[in-house]
């Protein structure tokens, strides 16, 4: 309809704007027309005088912030750590670079240690963990907090979060994989909920999912199945659906960031089953022990799963 339209020319002009490129002549019509018809009333919804919303705690997809800064609502992406009291650094209104968590805060002083490792020093920064000499000592180590985060600058001095240095996967080849980011790119597919992808001392990666409630609910209604995951993950066009899914993401990732084959698990990860942290980020070493002998199972045939 007219409305979809409307919102399909706002993210397309909102993106192009963002990335810099060049809007014509009634290309900016269109955009002053979005701005009146949809982005102002997007903005009185959360409540009309809001200049700015930060996003923090995990990686903001970019496609996601790609999508609010296109419809009128300014989101920064931040960084901070407990141990620091907590930010560490964020995007400016005057330049957000969705791709990165922005420059250090003023007294924040930011270094990449030899194997990637965001180090920080300044004033904000704790003495130590409570009756925990022993952490404290493994934590901060000459003077630099260690943050357990990888990362890098980029070339105007913005920092970019790449993974977490415990999660990062090293395959059987030696090369170093963000499992993050693949995971983030999985999930935003409209029929994949949760995933986490494995692959430590393997040839290639494999991935535990859940798909979404929702394409789970009305692929069982529209076949006669039972809405259930055992049922359907042993449908072939349930699983050639997710199969493409997965081979959308595919396309846009390097050959040793492929994910070769897929299993379900048995229900979605949660707080409850210990497979998520209280904040939400999942719990590697939970699901892999828990799936350890399907895991195994995906690397004895080349694609396709459980």
């Not at 357990?148 to 070339?155: H, L, R, T, V, Y």
């Not at 990860?269 to 195994?296: G, V």
Request: net charge positive; with cysteine.
């Amino acid at each position: 309809g007219i409305k979809q339209k409307l919102f399909d020319l706002t993210l397309r002009l909102g993106r192009k704007n963002y990335e810099g490129e060049r809007l014509n002549l009634l290309e900016r019509l269109q955009n002053l027309a979005c701005e009146l018809l949809l982005r102002r009333k997007l903005r009185q919804r959360f409540g009309g005088r809001i200049k700015a919303m930060v996003s923090g705690g995990g990686p903001l997809n970019y496609e996601l912030g790609v999508l609010f800064v296109s419809c009128g609502i300014r989101i920064l992406q931040g960084y901070g750590q407990t141990e620091f009291a907590p930010v560490v650094s964020c995007n400016r209104a005057e330049n957000n670079k969705l791709r990165t968590v922005g420059p250090p805060m003023v007294g924040a002083e930011v270094k990449i240690a030899d194997d990637g490792e965001i180090l920080l020093r300044g004033e904000s920064m704790m003495k130590g963990y409570w009756n925990l000499p022993e952490v404290t000592a493994s934590t901060i180590i000459d003077g630099w907090l260690h943050t357990g985060d990888i990362g890098k600058f980029d070339e105007q001095g913005s920092l970019m979060i790449t993974d977490r240095k415990k999660d990062i996967i090293v395959n059987s080849g030696g090369d170093n994989i963000s499992p993050q980011r693949i995971e983030g790119l999985m999930t935003l597919e409209t029929e994949i909920s949760q995933a986490m992808v494995y692959g430590d001392d393997k040839p290639y990666l494999v991935a535990v999912l859940w798909p979404d409630e929702d394409f789970m609910r009305e692929f069982a209604r529209d076949n006669d199945l039972s809405n259930d995951i055992e049922a359907l993950g042993k449908n072939e066009d349930f699983r050639k659906i997710i199969r493409a899914a997965i081979d959308r993401v595919n396309k846009r990732l390097s050959t040793i960031e492929k994910v070769r084959s897929f299993m379900f698990a048995e229900a979605p990860f949660t707080i409850d089953n210990e497979m998520l942290t209280p904040s939400m980020k999942i719990r590697r070493h939970k699901i892999r022990e828990a799936y350890a002998k399907q895991l195994d199972g995906l690397y004895q045939r080349k694609r396709g799963g459980q």
